[in-house]
């Protein structure tokens, strides 16, 4: 598989693919899975969308797959998995900010905190391939025992903005005045931080500040906001094991 294929893919499919159905809470988790291995699947058009994004980044095409078949659970299991370690440099500067009591640190997830069973799914007709899936062990499988997004994540924002519960997601631009309208904050008083250059775009035509979190980079990014903002959010700190992560 291609490198960033699979990103590619699902980035190009806009607000109608199952990735971004999902995150707004408008489809359930079994009905996810079959969409999504349906969506990953269609070589036709995630070819066309891959030879783009090359041109784009002026580099060389590979050669790309004649037929995929993917498995929408297996492939989301693996990503879930990946996905439930924070970046405690990141956790660190949050603290700090929050400390300084000048600011506040406002989350905007495409993400599926609505994770309990009734909101999943259940009761709900299930896909012939997934009808043998329990909801309850499927939540187990994912990780999500204490929900997609545990309360001890939520507890580190002032306020936690999630597409799964409020309908809407990055790069939609009303999310971005909800998040604001809700702290009482108009969108270029915002330093609005992000590892997907889409957001960021939508972020700065609604006037915010922006700052790129390329995977991995989160402390460079730490070292630009420390400049816009004024205080210290790196120094004296260094984690006892660093796992890039999207927090």
């Given amino acids: 598989m291609p490198h960033n294929y699979i990103n590619c893919s699902i980035t190009r499919r806009g607000s109608n693919g199952a990735w971004q159905k999902f995150e707004r809470g408008e489809i359930p988790l079994f009905v996810f899975y079959e969409q999504f291995g349906r969506d990953l699947s269609d070589t036709e058009r995630g070819n066309v969308w891959y030879r783009a994004y090359c041109e784009r980044r002026g580099i060389e095409c590979p050669k790309l797959p004649d037929k995929l078949d993917i498995d929408g659970r297996e492939l989301f299991g693996r990503i879930m998995q990946r996905a439930n370690s924070l970046d405690e440099r990141v956790v660190e500067a949050i603290r700090r900010i929050r400390a300084a009591g000048r600011w506040r640190v406002i989350a905007l997830t495409n993400n599926w905190a609505r994770s ?26 994912l990780g999500w025992q204490d929900g997609a997004v545990p309360a001890r994540v939520r507890n580190m924002f002032d306020d936690f903005c999630d597409s799964s519960e409020l309908g809407m997601r990055k790069p939609e631009p009303e999310f971005y005045v909800l998040a604001c309208k809700r702290s009482g904050i108009h969108p270029h008083e915002a330093v609005f931080l992000d590892d997907l250059g889409i957001n960021l775009k939508a972020a700065q035509a609604l006037g915010m500040e922006t700052i790129h979190v390329p995977l991995g980079g989160s402390l460079g990014a730490l070292k630009q906001l420390e400049q816009k903002l004024g205080i210290d959010l790196t120094s004296g700190y260094e984690p006892n094991e660093f796992t890039p992560s999207k927090l």
């Fill in 116 to 141: 309990n069973p009734a909101s999943l799914g259940e009761g709900q007709p299930v896909p012939a391939t997934y009808a043998h899936l329990n909801l309850r062990d499927e939540i187990a499988f």
